[in-house]
């Protein structure tokens, strides 16, 4: 059966078709500096070298066809006729309170993700809008909205509710949502399987750690916290965004900085993080690179992302009361052995032992890296959003494998 996944954004469009029951990605692309000059598809087949064609997207509506072009084309194509999807899964980030699971899209649903624009004005417009190009150019074929928020919707709600007058929350729906849903869904279930621990009695930390990162508590399969909240920009350190910072500082920059909050909110945004800290990059094998040759802001930043890390696994062992795994993932979690080394050396009180033989240049495989004694299994988990919303929407329509 095959399915296309869309991951819609303001300028590009991500696209995967699976082979669902074969679990093989048949073609994966993306359709960049929609709207803008120089925009272009690249596109992979299979495991062969990826393809890039210049070309002119004015808008969201050109990107799909030109996805649908080059799906369906007799040189470069893996299908012949449109029909052959079965199901298309949409990725969108905020659902507000409405969805704690993925829907099939109506026009009540599309309303909906529209209510959730004032909570996720950067992504839900563009996640919409190609929800509605897909409707227009692929008729006929069931689409789903898999979002970023449901899986964090089983927090309790001392855990998501902030100690502000409570009416900005019955009015304005201010409250800790989280993000990466999708995400530490997959990364927990594939753990506690991997593991062999049933996911139904089980303690995970899930340090999704890329580009943006989150933490999440997962007690017996469900969300029970996360660091993220109303929006993406709390929690962790991150590459250029600041995380948990005293609330009261906006309003003291503005002060002594005399700039409007919308330049603050850019700059918490944008040139904070790993970024600010350092002074030099937001990637992180920049920095350790820099911090091998003595750069002593770069070694800083690390030091600041390590401790915020380190403290956040403290207090999600206390709201889970234990932990039976604790996972990496994405592009920092995968790949930088350096820093789990260092991390679990620092949790040895929570009975963490490291295999430093299976952590060692390990990068993007699942694997479990903790020792046979260690209390608590750790585990390395790729993470696979495609394949989890997939996973959501073949599921929800009640297909079988085949
Ligand atoms: P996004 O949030 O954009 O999906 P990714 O999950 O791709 O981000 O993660 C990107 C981050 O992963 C970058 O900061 C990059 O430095 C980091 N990264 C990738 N490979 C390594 C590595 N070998 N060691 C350390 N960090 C890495």
Redesign the pocket.
Request: hydrophobic letters at 30%.
């Given at each position: 059966m095959k399915v296309l996944i869309i991951n819609s954004g303001s300028s590009s469009l991500k696209f995967q078709l699976l082979d669902f029951a074969a679990n093989v990605v048949m073609m994966q692309g993306l359709c960049e500096r929609i709207g803008i000059d120089n925009s272009r598809i690249q596109f992979q087949r299979f495991d062969e070298e990826r393809i890039r064609h210049n070309r002119d997207f004015v808008d969201h509506e050109d990107a799909v066809k030109a996805m649908v072009e080059v799906l369906t084309s007799p040189q470069y194509g893996v299908i012949e006729d449109l029909n052959e999807i079965k199901a298309i899964g949409h990725r969108v980030v905020h659902g507000g309170e409405q969805f704690a699971e993925p829907v099939i899209v109506s026009e009540e649903v599309k309303a909906s993700i529209r209510e959730a624009f004032l909570w996720g004005p950067l992504h839900n417009p563009a996640n919409l809008l190609g929800i509605e190009v897909c409707e227009r150019l692929m008729a006929g074929i069931p689409q789903v909205a898999v979002f970023d928020t449901a899986f964090h919707q089983t927090m309790p709600r001392e855990a998501y509710l902030y100690a502000l007058p409570y009416n900005l929350y019955e009015e304005h729906g201010i409250r800790r949502y989280g993000f990466h849903g999708t995400s530490h869904k997959y990364v927990s279930e594939r753990a506690a399987d991997i593991c062999g621990i049933p996911l139904e009695q089980s303690r995970i930390i899930v340090c999704h750690l890329?580009?943006?990162s989150s933490l999440c508590a997962v007690k017996n399969g469900k969300s029970v916290d996360t660091t993220m909240g109303l929006t993406p920009l709390a929690g962790l350190p991150m590459?250029t965004r600041c995380g948990d910072v005293d609330p009261a500082i906006p309003a003291f920059i503005a002060g002594v900085e005399d700039c409007s909050l919308q330049e603050i909110d850019n700059m918490m945004n944008k040139r904070s993080g790993v970024l600010g800290i350092s002074g030099i990059s937001?990637?992180?094998?920049?920095l350790?690179a820099a911090a091998e040759k003595g750069h002593a802001r770069a070694k800083l930043a690390l030091d600041v992302f390590r401790y915020s890390l380190k403290k956040y696994i403290g207090a999600y062992a206390a709201v889970l009361g234990g932990v039976d795994i604790l996972v990496f993932t994405?592009?920092?979690g995968e790949?930088?052995d350096d820093?789990r080394r260092q991390l679990c050396d620092e949790l040895g009180y929570l009975g963490i032992e490291l295999d430093e033989y299976h952590n060692c240049g390990l990068?993007g495989e699942e694997k479990i890296i903790s020792t046979k004694k260690s209390k608590v299994k750790v585990v390395v988990v790729p993470t696979n959003e495609e394949l989890s919303i997939a996973q959501q929407t073949v599921s929800l329509l009640g297909f079988k494998d085949e």
């Open positions: 890329g580009n943006g590459g937001s990637d992180f094998r920049d350790a994405a592009g920092i790949n930088d820093l990068r």
